[in-house]
């Protein structure tokens, strides 16, 4: 039987890589990450990852990742994949509801599909663009995520901005970077355009289809935007984390400087 090849980590090895790039107690980190871009063979998988990062943040640190749900919206606007117009109809009367401790994660990867599962981790409320926390500000970060402009003030990224909060890329690049949404909710720039959304969810223990009101989001020039503030300014640390490429970073100047960027060039 051939043996695996290539480097082994663990949590400890994780936790070394992790304090070197910055990651400290009591921070409080949204996580974006790829489980295959860190390599090898992580002994324990994506809990170990998770692990690394709680105790490193400690008992007074918050981590925070994305846990969307994009699958739970009307068929006609599905792109990836679309699905016959015939098929509508049905889907629109079956599709469950947002449930917090049951509704899977779409396309956010192995490491957040896993944390959101984990005890003591607590879930936001919105049907389609959820977070999950654990730690002390747990609660502060998710509590009141409204339906309307989902990654606007009312939703955990402003509470993350609140906070003082960090952005760790862990082997991804800022095309995942969801704190830059942010920015387009507070940014003035030509052809930001308003969208009807809908999705499934309970009212008053009744499935029902949730109208609502947001912005037409655009990540198309989030690797411009994240390029352009790693070359301006001094705010992101760089390192490894295993073999994965990982960048640190805090929200706050992220989202100024992605606001004062759109304005300047968005619609131009």
């Not at 980590?9 to 295959?36: C, N, Q, R, Y």
């Not at 411009?224 to 295993?242: D, L, M, P, S």
Request: proline content about 6%.
């Amino acid at each position: 039987m051939e043996e695996l090849q290539g480097d082994m980590f663990t949590v400890e090895t994780l936790k070394a890589d992790l304090k070197a790039l910055g990651v400290a107690p009591g921070m409080t980190v949204i996580a974006h990450s790829s489980m295959k871009a860190l390599g090898g063979w992580v002994v324990g998988g994506a809990a170990a990852v998770i692990l690394a990062l709680e105790q490193c943040l400690g008992e007074k640190g918050t981590l925070v990742m994305p846990t969307h749900t994009g699958d739970l919206s009307d068929p006609a606007g599905w792109r990836f994949p679309p699905v016959k117009e015939s098929w509508w109809p049905a889907i629109r009367e079956t599709m469950p509801a947002y449930e917090a401790d049951l509704t899977p994660t779409r396309m956010m990867g192995l490491i957040p599909e896993c944390f959101r599962k984990q005890n003591g981790v607590v879930r936001s409320g919105h049907p389609q663009v959820s977070f999950a926390a654990w730690g002390h500000k747990k609660e502060k970060i998710t509590n009141g995520h409204g339906l309307s402009y989902s990654l606007g003030e009312g939703s955990p990224l402003a509470r993350l901005y609140e906070e003082d909060g960090r952005v760790l890329l862990l082997g991804v690049g800022h095309g995942n970077n969801t704190s830059i949404h942010l920015a387009e909710y507070r940014a003035d720039f030509a052809g930001k355009s308003l969208m009807t959304n809908t999705a499934p969810v309970f009212e008053g223990g009744v499935r029902k289809w949730a109208r609502f009101d947001d912005i037409e989001p655009d990540s198309d020039d989030f690797e411009r935007i994240g390029e352009a503030f790693e070359r301006e300014t001094n705010h992101v640390v760089g390192g490894k984390v295993a073999n994965a490429d990982a960048r640190l970073m805090p929200v706050k100047p992220l989202v100024d400087f992605a606001v004062a960027w759109m304005e300047a060039n968005r619609g131009r």
